[in-house]
């Protein structure tokens, strides 16, 4: 076995070595708006569910050089966010939005994407998502000593295109949504054979 102490990488080297072994991760278009009502989105992969009751969801964002990025300020300023599921269709599209742009640029124009109204949020989502939940910022928690801050946000509302539901049980059904994933690198992996596990006595 390799044994590296991460300190000893270098802060760039030991991200790119984490996030290729922290995988498969999932990827949102977080949605959000200026105090000035300007439209913002950008995929974030540092995303994760962490509470069920109530649930709430974690989106870690980092700073650009000293500043914050703009779904930060944002969210700072208008505390009400999207999450837009971002499958293999939209992979291509989802990288667009990525670029680093102006506050000043909607990236749903850029990339071509249309924006569907939230009921409970001011932000929009990608309507071409099969499903986005609008979260209300319950807490801004700075990593210490590191340049990302976690948004905890607690979903309010979920849309879902019905096509992505199982008939049976009301679940999504993974295989119809199929989500992108996000691995090191510029390397992305769609879902591979799903199978069902029943927990020990369940
Ligand atoms: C697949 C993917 C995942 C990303 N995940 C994150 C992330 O979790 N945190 C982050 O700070 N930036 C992440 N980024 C980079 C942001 O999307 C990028 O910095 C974007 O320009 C931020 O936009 P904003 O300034 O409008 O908020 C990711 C980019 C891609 C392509």
Do not use: C
């Not at 986005?132 to 295109?161: F, K, N, W």
């Amino acid at each position: 076995m390799h044994v590296i102490d991460p300190a000893t990488l270098g802060p760039r080297a030991a991200y790119r070595l984490l996030a290729s072994i922290v995988i498969p991760r999932p990827i949102a278009w977080v949605g959000s708006v200026s105090a000035a009502g300007m439209v913002n989105l950008a995929p974030f992969s540092f995303y994760n569910l962490v509470a069920g009751d109530p649930p709430t969801v974690m989106v870690s964002v980092g700073r650009r050089g000293m500043l914050p990025k703009d779904t930060l300020r944002n969210v700072q300023d208008v505390p009400g966010f999207t999450l837009s599921v971002v499958d293999e269709s939209l992979a291509a599209v989802m990288n667009q939005t990525s670029a680093d742009v102006g506050a000043d640029v909607d990236e749903f124009a850029l990339a071509g994407l249309t924006r569907a109204p939230s009921r409970l949020v001011a932000a929009p989502f990608v309507a071409e998502a099969a499903i986005a939940l609008e979260a209300r910022v319950v807490q801004l928690v700075p990593v210490p000593d590191a340049s990302y801050t976690m948004v905890l946000g607690r979903i309010v509302q979920i849309h879902l295109r019905p096509g992505v539901m199982r008939a049976d049980d009301g679940l999504v059904d993974a295989a119809r949504l199929r989500p992108l994933a996000r691995l090191g690198g510029d390397d992305y992996a769609g879902l591979g054979a799903v199978f069902t596990l029943r927990r020990p006595g369940g």
